[in-house]
C-alpha cells in the first residue's frame, strides 16, 4: 500500500506479513523483535496494522543476516542502519549499488505485461531482457550487464530444477529469483540449494525490487552442512515396548502406555529419516539434522522410560541388570 509524505510524495509501505518475507524472516519472529525491541519504529495504518517503509524492510533484513552470523539481537537492536552494514562489510560503493535501479531479466509472460503496465522506473528496475518461459530462457536476447534473472512460474516442480539452472548460465547473472505460486518444499530446497532466492508471487509487485536486492546480497536461508554427532542406538526394541504396555494395563497410572507411543513414534521417525531419499547435499543434511533431532529425543525418552519402569515393576528389556 502506498501513503503519502509530509512533502506530498507517495511511498511504498509494507505490511508486517510482506515485511517479514522480504527481511527473510518469520512472521513471528518480527513480532517478538518489535514486542521486544521496537525495532523499526513502525506506523500504524487506520485499521491499526503495523505498516513498514522500504528503508525499515532493508534494516530488518541487515538484522536477519547478523544475527545468521551469530550476533545478538539484543545488541544489533539499537544500532542503525550504518552500523549494521559496517558490520556486514557494505561500504558505501555497494549502497549505492543497492540503491540504484536493478537490471533485471525476465522470465515469464504475465511477469513481464506486469512489470509494463506499471512502469519499470516506478518499480525500481531496469528490465534488460525477456521471454515467455523457461524453455525460451537459454535463447533469450540479454544484456551483459544485467544483474539479476527473475524467473516466475505458477507451479514448480523438481523438473524445473535444471531448467533454471541452464537459464541462469546462458544469462550470465550472478542471482537469481523465482516466484512461485505452488511448490513442494523440496524443489524449494533444491533451488535454494542452486543459489536462488525463492518466494510466492507478490501480490504487490513494489516488492520485486527488494527481492532482487536480497538476491544481489546474498540474504538467503543459510544452508547447513550435514549433522555428524552420533547418538546412542536404541534401548527398547518394539516388542519390548510392547511387553511394558501390556503389563502397565495392570496399573490405574497409563503413562507406561502413552510413554511407549512416544518412543514407538519417535524411533519410527528417526528411521525414517535416515533412510529418506536425498536429491542433493543440502537435502541430505536436513535429513540427517531430522534423524539426529529424533534421536535425541529417543534417548531422552528411554530414560524416562527406563526410570517408570522400575519405579512400577514393569519388565526391562532381556540382559538389563
Known amino acids: 500500500m502506498t501513503e503519502v509524505n509530509k512533502t506530498g510524495q507517495e511511498r511504498i509501505m509494507y505490511r508486517t506479513g510482506a515485511a517479514a518475507r522480504l527481511a527473510g524472516l518469520p512472521v513471528e519472529t518480527l513480532r517478538v523483535w518489535e514486542r ?12 491499526g496494522q503495523r505498516l513498514y517503509s522500504a528503508e525499515q524492510v532493508t534494516r530488518l533484513g541487515l538484522l536477519k543476516q547478523l544475527v545468521d552470523q551469530g550476533h545478538s539481537i539484543g545488541v544489533l537492536a539499537g544500532l542503525n542502519r ?38 519499470q522506473g ?13 524453455a525460451q530462457a537459454v535463447d533469450m536476447s540479454q544484456d551483459p550487464d544485467a544483474d539479476v534473472l527473475v524467473i516466475e512460474q505458477s507451479e514448480l516442480d523438481e523438473r524445473a530444477v535444471p531448467a533454471v539452472v541452464a537459464a541462469r548460465e546462458a544469462a550470465g547473472v550472478g542471482a537469481v529469483v523465482v516466484l512461485y505460486r505452488f511448490c513442494s518444499s523440496a524443489t524449494i530446497r533444491a533451488l535454494r540449494a542452486q543459489g536462488c532466492l525463492v518466494a510466492r508471487i507478490p501480490a504487490d509487485l ?25 547418538v546412542a542406538p536404541p534401548r527398547f526394541a518394539d516388542e519390548d515396548l510392547a511387553n511394558i504396555t501390556a503389563a502397565g494395563n495392570r496399573l490405574t497410572c497409563e503413562c507406561p502406555r502413552h510413554l511407549s507411543d512416544l518412543l514407538l513414534m519417535v524411533g519410527s521417525f528417526e528411521r525414517y529419516s535416515q ?11 536436513l535429513h540427517a539434522e531430522l534423524a539426529l ?19 512400577e515393576g514393569l519388565p526391562l528389556p532381556k540382559g538389563w541388570a
Open 206 to 230: 513494489n516488492e520485486l525490487a527488494l527481492l532482487c536486492q536480497s538476491a544481489l546480497t546474498g540474504h538467503r536461508p543459510p544452508l547447513h552442512e550435514p549433522a555428524t554427532t552420533a
Open 122 to 134: 516506478a518499480l525500481g528496475l531496469d528490465v534488460r531482457g525477456h521471454c515467455a518461459d523457461l
Open 275 to 285: 533412510q529418506c531419499a536425498s536429491r542433493n547435499p543440502q537435502d541430505a543434511a
Open 82 to 119: 550504518d552500523q549494521l552494514q559496517s558490520m556486514l562489510g557494505l561500504d558505501g560503493q555497494a549502497r549505492a549499488v543497492a540503491a540504484a535501479p536493478v537490471r533485471v531479466l525476465l522470465v515469464g509472460a504475465m511477469l513481464a505485461r506486469r512489470v509494463a503496465a506499471m512502469g
Open 293 to 311: 533431532a529424533s534421536g535425541r529425543a529417543r534417548v531422552v525418552l528411554e530414560a524416562a522410560m527406563e526410570r517408570l519402569a522400575i519405579e
Open 36 to 47: 521486544r525491541y521496537s525495532l523499526s519504529d513502525a506506523q500504524r495504518s487506520e485499521r
